[in-house]
């Protein structure tokens, strides 16, 4: 016979299938009910992060906080081990009732190991070991400058060109334009090309900067 849910319990239920499908296998969703902590789990979402089914108790570390009274403050982001060495981002959010009194907590326990693992091998592969070494400016091609000078302004957008709006794209050109950038042969073709627009457009844009000068 199932035990029965606080009718608060129950509005969390989807949410918590609603934060495991978003972030996937890697990301455990438990709701918790407090009137019986060694069987707590109302329901729990990719439970093999941390081995636990519905049968299980609570963690060792939000055991020891409602034990000791410690359900005043959510904690966000705190970072433990699984039983296999599996490491582990956590937060763990309580839920109370309409009298203010806690009852439960929602818990996320994210297991981060693969991304540890990617952020050592890309840390490894960007470290150049020695000082970079400077271009000879005074021999690079014509083309080279023209690629160095649109995008550095496109870098002082901030933004990749798939996500440029059509403000940012005129801001952009209307800077070349100040820099003289369209006197270099094949220029408004090349601006075009790297903004993902047509030539035509790029005349637009020209014109449009040009009549407010």
Same mark, same amino acid.
């Given at each position: 016979?199932?035990?029965?849910?606080?009718?608060?319990? #129950?509005? =969390?239920?989807?949410?918590?299938?609603?934060?495991?499908?978003?972030? +996937?296998?890697?990301?455990?969703?438990?709701?918790?009910?407090?009137?019986?902590?060694?069987?707590?789990?109302?329901?729990? *979402?990719?439970?093999?992060?941390?081995?636990?089914?519905?049968?299980?108790?609570? %963690?060792?570390?939000?055991?020891?906080?409602?034990?000791? +009274?410690? %359900?005043?403050?959510?904690?966000?982001?705190?970072?433990?081990?699984?039983?296999?060495?599996? %490491?582990?981002?956590?937060?763990?959010?309580?839920?109370?009732?309409?009298?203010?009194?806690?009852?439960?907590?929602?818990?996320?326990?994210?297991?981060?190991?693969?991304?540890?693992?990617?952020?050592?091998? &890309?840390?490894?592969?960007?470290?150049?070991? +020695?000082?970079?070494? #400077?271009?000879?400016?005074?021999? #690079?091609?014509?083309?080279?400058? &023209?690629?160095?000078?649109?995008?550095?302004?496109?870098?002082?957008?901030?933004?990749?060109?798939? =996500? &440029?709006?059509?403000?940012?794209?005129? #801001?952009?050109?209307?800077? &070349?334009?100040?820099?003289?950038?369209?006197?270099?042969?094949?220029?408004?073709?090349?601006?075009?090309?790297?903004?993902?627009?047509?030539?035509? %457009?790029?005349?637009?844009?020209?014109? *449009?900067?040009?009549?407010?000068?």
């Amino acid at each position: 016979m199932a035990k029965p849910v606080h009718p608060i319990m #129950k509005r =969390y239920i989807p949410i918590v299938k609603g934060i495991s499908g978003t972030f +996937g296998s890697n990301c455990e969703v438990v709701l918790h009910d407090f009137s019986d902590l060694n069987h707590s789990i109302v329901t729990i *979402e990719n439970g093999e992060v941390t081995g636990r089914d519905s049968n299980s108790s609570m %963690t060792d570390h939000s055991l020891q906080q409602v034990k000791a +009274g410690n %359900t005043q403050k959510d904690t966000i982001n705190y970072s433990g081990k699984g039983s296999d060495g599996r %490491t582990i981002k956590s937060t763990t959010m309580f839920i109370r009732d309409d009298e203010d009194k806690v009852i439960g907590c929602l818990c996320i326990n994210f297991d981060v190991t693969e991304f540890a693992i990617a952020k050592r091998a &890309l840390s490894e592969l960007l470290d150049f070991g +020695g000082e970079p070494v #400077k271009a000879d400016k005074s021999s #690079k091609k014509i083309n080279d400058v &023209l690629s160095e000078v649109v995008q550095t302004k496109i870098d002082e957008i901030g933004k990749p060109v798939a =996500y &440029l709006n059509k403000d940012e794209k005129v #801001k952009i050109v209307n800077q &070349l334009d100040g820099q003289g950038v369209f006197l270099i042969k094949g220029a408004i073709d090349y601006v075009a090309d790297i903004l993902c627009v047509s030539r035509y %457009t790029i005349y637009n844009y020209l014109d *449009e900067t040009r009549e407010d000068k």
